[in-house]
């Protein structure tokens, strides 16, 4: 069993910047992969980011490119998404997730809402 707790969601104005952290716990050996989906309300659930742990390979959402950054600590099981010129269509519930030998461990989730 792989645990993620989740933190630093909030709420911002557009343009503003905003830093989610996902610790992992566990059996978190053969960890491939970590990053975040997020849902808004009446949307499907959308991957944000992901990251190879291994190698550090990142992919983005074409709608964050250019805006947010994950990176990861392979020491601490961390892994960051660091989240700048928030616009109003970023607010969504955001999930970080664990991608252990093709089976997805899910944290609790933290909502951010950007504010026109």
């Known amino acids: 069993q792989v645990q993620l707790v989740e933190s630093g969601g909030g709420l911002v104005q557009a343009g503003g910047s905003l830093r989610l952290s996902c610790a992992a716990s566990?059996?978190?050996?053969?960890?491939?992969?970590m990053g975040w989906y997020r849902q808004a309300p009446g949307k499907q659930r959308e991957l944000v980011a992901n990251?190879?742990?291994?190698?550090?390979?990142?992919t983005y959402a074409d709608s964050v490119k250019g805006r947010f950054t994950i990176s990861r600590d392979n020491a601490k099981s961390t892994v960051w998404l660091q989240m700048n010129s928030l616009k109003p269509e970023d607010t969504a519930v955001y999930y970080c997730?664990?991608?252990?030998?093709?089976?997805?461990?899910w944290g609790q989730g933290t909502q951010v809402t950007v504010s026109s």
């Open positions: 997730y664990a991608l252990k030998r093709g089976y997805y461990y």
């Open positions: 566990g059996s978190i050996v053969s960890i491939n992969a």
């Open positions: 990251i190879a742990t291994s190698t550090g390979i990142t």
